[in-house]
């Protein structure tokens, strides 16, 4: 079977830096994606992790270490409109198929 | 480009009734995903579907349940004599062949209430 863990809920201000952790428990890894939702919308990709080491996308950054089973997602210069439930989810290859974990929110205040 | 289409956008049944929702995927997309959230939780993976096939429903409950992907047409996801419980927004996603890419184009999903 699978498992995520990520935590609950994170806060943090306008301009700082957040960093949601997330390990993993899974029988087959193909990779680690992230994903954000707004206010249960639609969610919208945001990353995918199949290697070890830094992805870099404007102001979020992925990490992945599969020997850790571990990954994150760093956002950057926080805006408000960055206030969001943000979730992590193993799974890719040739499936596609996704098991997704069950969320950060986080509120950024100004 | 169309992205993923679902509807309803939101669906209200009594208990015992049934409930279909559809989903169109983006075009070219030929693989179609469903996952059930409930309020404040994450997605759960329900079913993954091609063209007239289920590759894996794994997350489908045993009971009520079933999906299809025909040759034309949307993807249907329905749920037969609905409960309480099955209250829930229903979202759709797809991605193209071969896949490997963590990347899935979600709808903006189908609420259902049941009352």
């Known amino acids: 079977g699978q498992s995520l863990e990520q935590p609950s809920e994170v806060t943090a201000v306008e301009g700082a830096i957040v960093q949601i952790n997330c390990t993993y428990q899974t029988s087959g890894f193909y990779g680690l994606s992230w994903y954000q939702q707004h206010d249960g919308g639609a969610p919208t990709f945001l990353s995918y992790?199949?290697?070890?080491g830094l992805e870099e996308t404007g102001r979020f950054s992925s990490f992945l270490s599969r020997s850790d089973s571990y990954g994150y997602l760093l956002l950057q210069e926080l805006q408000m409109k960055d206030s969001a439930s943000y979730f992590c989810?193993?799974?890719?290859?040739?499936?596609?198929?996704?098991?997704f974990g069950t969320g950060t929110l986080l509120a950024v205040q100004p | 480009n169309a992205g993923v289409m679902q509807n309803p956008r939101h669906l209200v049944r009594r208990r015992g009734q049934e409930a279909r929702l559809r989903c169109s995927p983006m075009?070219?997309?030929?693989?179609v995903y469903w996952y059930r959230q409930l309020p404040e939780e994450g997605l759960k993976f329900m079913v993954y579907?091609?063209?007239?096939?289920?590759?894996?429903e794994s997350g489908m409950p045993k009971e009520r349940f079933s999906a299809e992907f025909p040759k034309e047409g949307p993807s249907i996801l329905r749920i037969q004599q609905v409960v309480r419980g099955d209250s829930a927004a229903y979202f759709c996603?797809?991605?193209?062949?071969?896949?490997?890419?963590?990347?899935?184009?979600f709808g903006e999903g189908s609420r259902l209430t049941v009352l």
């Open positions: 996603a797809s991605s193209p062949p071969p896949g490997g890419t963590g990347e899935l184009f």
């Open positions: 992790n199949a290697l070890d």
């Open positions: 075009k070219g997309h030929s693989h």
């Open positions: 989810a193993v799974g890719g290859g040739a499936t596609n198929k996704l098991i």
């Open positions: 579907l091609q063209k007239e096939n289920i590759i894996d």
